[in-house]
């Protein structure tokens, strides 16, 4: 299983409707066009045989590499080095318009910095997950691939007089292998293009630098509008740009991840695809964003989010699913790539979820608190969102009092999870404060009823007077890490004994020196084999919930052993395993969102500390 590189050996670039993930040994292992959750082309990373690659590397037996992303952008170079020279791979994507798109390219640059050094580039697409055969045409300035109704198109980067840097030879299969040679100075490459009829043409160095420098200066004019200007400005700085990067600009749906069927443990069944938008994660990043000052995305999000609010689904689960296509189609039909090992044997490789349909009450408690937090930012709605709003409350009023799924989209059957209770207390106490704050007509009455009614029953059911603490589901001792948001919700002061109580029986069971896991499987399963690792996310709400409590220096030192996890780029896959492996989809948006929560909380706590002691 050695032929697979660790999840965290990846770097991500993107155009803002896909993106690519590039090992760093240059390997491009994934990559889906037009859209994120479109079929994909390279997808080695879940089958080293089938699912296709398109690789870029020194000739030489034995080389060394680093990655690293040009300050302030999206924008990945990968370094070799070898005996003869010192070369450089440059990746990215020009960013796309903001319709939706089929053609996209991506420029795959190669410099040599020092010496000499020879690259060998292999393309190998497979196409609908390896489903589709395609065609390959050499043509005298590229080649295009040809499979079914899908096109794409590899031209050179180079100048007029330099065709003999370049050597091609294709095999039976449709592959090709090419090898370029460059001496100290030299920058040539190739750009991948997907989606135009447009033939293959030479690319002058000049255009592509062009291009570049456009790539560039477009992510680190982004970044230059986030107001946060305290501690771990870098680490924040990286969280945002890959938040960015997993956004689809047409329509502000922000994707989970940009990968799927990466396991949560190694040779296990819980594979999922993360390639859509969750009403969950989505929602949070509202909250996020404005803390940054972006709130452009902020508003598309919340656009995104209204469409959904004021187009109900006619479903058993109630007006909203919990996750959509990043367009808002809800059809997310689960199937498994057959044929496929799936990452390092972790069989099945699943495309599509078939949670999408679960009963997730928790949904409609985040969906209100991102409309609360668009509000406190100066973004607004119309009458046809506040009629919306006020149809969803109703059916919540009517089905807020049953078992449900739960925010871990467990398949162990329905229950009654704290969570999701308090999240419903969530959505009344947000729908209560927009009344009053817009002056608009509304059941405050009712709304007022059924926010209290939950809140006594989340203290007379979900805490637990043996445990001394909340638990995870009514009259089950097992503790539960989502309740970490309590205190940032308002729902219990951080200081509370009971819920001091809490945070204590956490770090006792659920805490790992700076790790969190989110529940505990064999205490409360989940309908799946298996084991996970601890949860990243779950570790930021730790720091955070911390950090609330007036914990700092234990906030503190969690939070900076945490970012010692991060890959050598400051991303973040779903979970940590107990190597201290990232693994899980990578990287993961909730994750690097509640980075960003848990880092302006602890610098604000810290500062609040610190001016205290001036005084």
């Not at 870029?56 to 003869?84: C, G, M, S, W």
């Not at 990466?262 to 949070?284: I, K, M």
Request: net charge negative; with cysteine.
């Amino acid at each position: 299983m050695n032929r697979y590189p660790s999840i965290a050996d990846h770097g991500l670039i993107g155009d803002l409707q896909t993106t690519a993930l590039i090992a760093t040994d240059g390997t491009i292992d994934w990559f889906c066009s037009p859209r994120f959750d479109s079929p994909s082309i390279f997808a080695s990373l879940l089958d080293h045989s089938r699912g296709g690659h398109f690789s870029a590397h020194p000739h030489d037996a034995v080389f060394e590499t680093k990655q690293l992303y040009i300050p302030d952008t999206a924008v990945l170079v990968t370094r070799f080095l070898t005996e003869n020279g010192v070369g450089e791979l440059i990746d990215f994507m020009p960013v796309s318009s903001e319709s939706p798109s089929t053609r996209h390219r991506l420029f795959r640059v190669l410099r040599c910095v020092r010496g000499t050094i020879d690259f060998d580039i292999e393309i190998a697409p497979r196409f609908d997950y390896g489903r589709q055969q395609h065609e390959l045409k050499v043509a005298d300035h590229g080649v295009t691939y040809t499979a079914g109704n899908s096109r794409m198109s590899l031209s050179l980067i180079r100048e007029p007089d330099d065709e003999r840097l370049a050597r091609w030879q294709e095999t039976s299969d449709g592959d090709l292998h090419f090898s370029l040679s460059l001496v100290e100075g030299h920058m040539r490459g190739v750009v991948l293009e997907t989606g135009s009829e447009a033939p293959p043409q030479d690319v002058p160095v000049s255009t592509a630098q062009r291009i570049f420098d456009d790539t560039v200066s477009f992510w680190q004019d982004w970044i230059s509008r986030s107001t946060y200007k305290g501690r771990w400005r870098e680490e924040i700085d990286r969280s945002a740009i890959t938040l960015k990067l997993l956004t689809y600009s047409p329509s502000g749906g922000l994707v989970a991840a940009p990968s799927a069927g990466l396991p949560e443990q190694l040779g296990g069944e819980r594979n999922w695809d993360y390639r859509y938008t969750w009403v969950r994660d989505a929602s949070f990043s509202i909250n996020t964003l404005v803390r940054l000052g972006f709130l452009d995305e902020a508003a598309a999000f919340g656009r995104w989010l209204r469409d959904r609010v004021v187009e109900p689904l006619d479903s058993d689960t109630g007006p909203l699913n919990i996750m959509y296509r990043v367009d808002g189609d809800p059809d997310l039909v689960e199937e498994i790539i057959e044929g496929w090992e799936g990452y390092r044997g972790s069989y099945p490789a699943r495309i599509g979820n078939g949670a999408a349909e679960q009963l997730q009450l928790d949904i409609y408690g985040e969906a209100m608190d991102a409309i609360w937090s668009a509000h406190l930012a100066g973004i607004e709605f119309g009458q046809a969102g506040w009629q919306a709003i006020c149809d969803l409350l109703d059916w919540l009023a009517d089905n807020w009092d049953q078992p449900e799924e739960g925010i871990w989209e467990t398949r162990g059957g329905r229950k009654n999870f704290t969570y999701g209770r308090l999240m419903c207390w969530v959505a009344f106490d947000r729908a209560i404060r927009l009344a009053a704050a817009y002056g608009r007509p509304a059941p405050v009455a009712r709304w007022t009823v059924e926010r209290d009614a939950i809140y006594t029953q989340i203290m007379e059911k979900g805490w637990d007077p043996t445990r001394r603490a909340f638990v995870q589901q009514y009259g089950e001792p097992v503790l539960d890490a989502s309740l970490l948001k309590m205190p940032q919700l308002g729902f219990i002061a951080p200081r509370d004994p009971m819920w001091l109580d809490t945070l204590a029986a956490m770090e006792t069971e659920l805490v790992s020196d700076s790790l969190v896991y989110r529940y505990d499987p064999s205490a409360s399963p989940d309908g799946l084999r298996g084991s996970e690792g601890t949860f990243s996310l779950c570790t930021f709400l730790y720091v955070d919930a911390l950090a609330r409590s007036g914990q700092l220096a234990k906030a503190r030192i969690t939070f900076e052993k945490m970012l010692s996890y991060a890959n050598h780029l400051g991303l973040y896959s779903e979970e940590i395993a107990l190597t201290g492996e990232q693994i899980g989809n990578f990287p993961q948006a909730f994750t690097h969102l509640a980075l960003i929560d848990a880092a302006i909380t602890l610098n604000d706590r810290l500062d609040e500390a610190a001016a205290r002691g001036r005084h």
